[in-house]
């Protein structure tokens, strides 16, 4: 029963005047009981409202986890979809049909695809991919040999191109329209339109043919020193730097140009403050969003992508190390490198967008 009050409006009759409801949501309405089926919703929301910054990166580091899911699938099944068999490949075509199936069952082929996705997938969970078909190694001791000295060979790569690419697109930037920009988007352009393959050829056919600076084949072994495995690298490292520096610049300039016409801006210049003053502490540092997306695009390429570099100056990387498995059908080999390269592409991305999301406090503090 509800009876009015002096210029309060109804109140309640019934004992329970002036005591707060029992259970509220964050919006101040009484909350209902919520079936057991709700509980992890209502929890999720509650965490969302109350970490909203934490909540998105969750987000990515699952949506990232489903993806790389996703993505062995399509490898497993993709090279399983692929014409020829190992068995007769390594036995020649001259086997038996007999001795072909011996090998199919030793190498356990002769199981549903199913079940050995799963067993391959529970293996390469814990780091174990198996033995190689054709050296009988363990793809893992093999990967980890490999995976240091591609890593190794990024590592520079990124060292000297990030730092590089920022600093040109600047420069670019503050003489915009003249002729120190026009030379950098030139010099950008060229390096972009050319395969990394033929800039590789380029710089063996002069560097280490006809002057004879530089080092050919880019072999490098666990005995080397520091100095010679950089010595080893420069073609390589030259090459990569040269196919990511010119995209990671015009993007870096493109950003800091779209910033460079706000009206803040425009103060700052109104003020007097020099040009590149200006860019440097007002239009860089709120252009970092998408310059830190096209950088790991490009470090993730760096680690993916070496595979042509690899090959062309012989160096014992993953790349290389797919490309032989390729030839011989070595499938656990190969599905061990694609995924690999998946993780690195998928997390260097997922990477991105937690400091695209940390950089901009628009994301920081949704409303």
Excluded at 67 to 72: D, H, K, P, R
Excluded at 97 to 107: G, S, T, Y
Excluded at 124 to 151: C, P
């Amino acid at each position: 029963m509800m009876e009015s009050g002096p210029m309060t409006g109804p109140v309640p009759t019934d004992g329970t005047a002036g005591e707060p409801p029992r259970s509220a949501d964050l919006s101040g309405v009484p909350a209902k009981p919520n079936p057991t089926g709700e509980i992890g919703g209502t929890f999720w929301r509650r965490f969302v409202f109350r970490r909203p910054l934490a909540a998105l990166i969750l987000q990515r580091l699952g949506l990232s986890v489903g993806l790389l899911f996703a993505v062995s699938l399509m490898i497993f099944g993709g090279i399983e979809a692929l014409p020829g068999d190992f068995a007769t490949t390594y036995l020649g075509q001259s086997a038996t049909p007999q001795a072909v199936e011996n090998i199919r069952k030793d190498l356990g082929l002769d199981r549903p695809w199913s079940e050995r996705y799963l067993n391959w997938l529970g293996g390469a969970v814990q780091g174990d991919f198996g033995t190689s078909w054709a050296s009988k190694n363990s793809v893992s001791e093999q990967i980890g040999n490999r995976l240091g000295n591609s890593l190794f060979l990024a590592f520079f790569a990124a060292l000297i191109s990030v730092p590089l690419a920022v600093g040109l697109g600047m420069l670019a930037v503050q003489f915009r329209n003249r002729m120190p920009d026009k030379i950098i988007n030139v010099i950008s352009l060229a390096a972009i339109s050319l395969p990394e393959f033929f800039i590789g050829y380029l710089l063996i056919m002069f560097f280490a043919v006809q002057w004879g600076v530089a080092t050919f084949p880019a072999t490098v072994y666990a005995s080397m020193s520091f100095t010679e495995r950089l010595s080893a690298i420069a073609l390589p490292v030259a090459t990569l730097v040269l196919v990511v520096l010119a995209h990671m610049m015009r993007m870096t300039r493109a950003a800091i140009l779209n910033v460079m016409s706000s009206a803040y801006v425009e103060t700052a210049e109104l003020k007097g403050l020099s040009t590149f003053r200006i860019i440097a502490r007002h239009a860089a540092p709120n252009a970092v969003a998408p310059v830190i997306n096209v950088i790991a695009l490009n470090l993730a390429y760096l680690v993916v992508g070496v595979v042509v570099v690899e090959v062309v100056f012989v160096y014992p990387g993953m790349g290389q190390y797919m490309v032989d498995a390729v030839t011989v059908r070595d499938m656990p080999v190969v599905q061990a490198c694609g995924l690999i390269f998946a993780a690195f592409y998928i997390f260097l991305n997922m990477a991105a967008d937690i400091l695209a999301i940390l950089a901009n406090p628009r994301l920081r503090h949704p409303r």
